[in-house]
């Protein structure tokens, strides 16, 4: 097994894959604040489903946030994970945009797969899930439950700002006026797909989008971003996995370019 390990700020996601590049399996837990722990609990949930254990595993790569405070074989960049991964599942694709808990990025490739240009969002709260997170405690719903209040929307309200803080206030002077909860978070799924629409366009679209990340579950978000691009997006089984994914890839690419190097 080639085990990929993505410690991402709000969850830690592990993957084990075989020689072939299919997963066998996967685990995602929250990071909380002690990544080492995460991806222990992590490691160790993919690996009991299965009944695998550590000896099993051949090669580890590390990505995400937390790259750096685990323990793996090697690590790698976000951007070249989400990017392997991308290219292994679906060769046509060009553009990715990845929505995680803490940034967003948009990211262009090549026909071989290549990184050829990409953008990010790690210095703002707008535009990632934590700004979903705090307007979903300022409301006063589970943030697993604004994609099916999205969809009772009528009249979305309109988020002007582009700060975390201040469409916090929009948000709680449209509560205090008696709007509707879903118009609410219609107006802040729209927003948010504002934003990362004007991330992903400084690198262009191409006609297939692939969406990943931990907000790409949320379908709300995602109707509101592909109406913005006016493109449907192509959204895997699981999109939070993705990013580890690519890190198990890696694994095995590391191994493998090992073994020919060692020949």
Do not use: W
């Not at 222990?40 to 595993?57: G, I, Q, T, V, Y």
């Not at 685990?70 to 392997?84: F, G, N, Q, V």
């Not at 599942?89 to 290549?114: C, N």
């Amino acid at each position: 097994m080639y085990l990929g390990i993505d410690a991402g700020a709000s969850a830690t996601k592990a993957v084990l894959i075989d020689e072939s590049g299919r997963i066998i399996s996967y685990a995602i837990v929250p990071s909380g604040i002690d990544f080492m722990e995460a991806s222990r609990k992590a490691l160790e949930k993919a690996l009991s489903l299965h009944n695998l254990d550590l000896n099993d595993l051949k090669y580890s790569v590390a990505t995400g946030y937390g790259r750096k405070l685990i323990k793996a074989d090697s690590i790698s960049t976000e951007i070249l994970c989400i990017a392997r991964a991308a290219y292994k599942l679906y060769p046509s694709v060009r553009t990715i945009i990845d929505v995680g808990g803490q940034d967003s990025k948009a990211i262009r490739i090549d026909k071989h797969g290549k990184v050829t240009n990409f953008v990010m969002n790690d210095k703002c709260a707008a535009g990632t899930g934590r700004f979903l997170e705090v307007m979903s405690n300022i409301i006063g719903v589970k943030i697993d439950e604004l994609s099916a209040l999205h969809f009772k929307s009528t009249s979305p309200v309109k988020i002007t700002s582009t700060c975390t803080v201040f469409a916090e206030s929009e948000v709680v002077s449209y509560l205090s006026q008696g709007y509707k909860i879903e118009d609410i978070i219609a107006g802040l799924h729209n927003a948010i797909a504002d934003r990362i629409y004007l991330l992903a366009s400084t690198i262009g679209f191409e006609k297939e989008v692939l969406f990943t990340g931990g907000v790409a579950k949320n379908k709300g978000f995602v109707k509101s971003l592909s109406q913005k691009i006016g493109i449907k997006p192509i959204l895997p089984e699981e999109p939070q996995i993705i990013c580890a994914y690519g890190a198990a890839l890696t694994a095995k690419s590391k191994v493998s370019t090992r073994n020919c190097q060692g020949n």
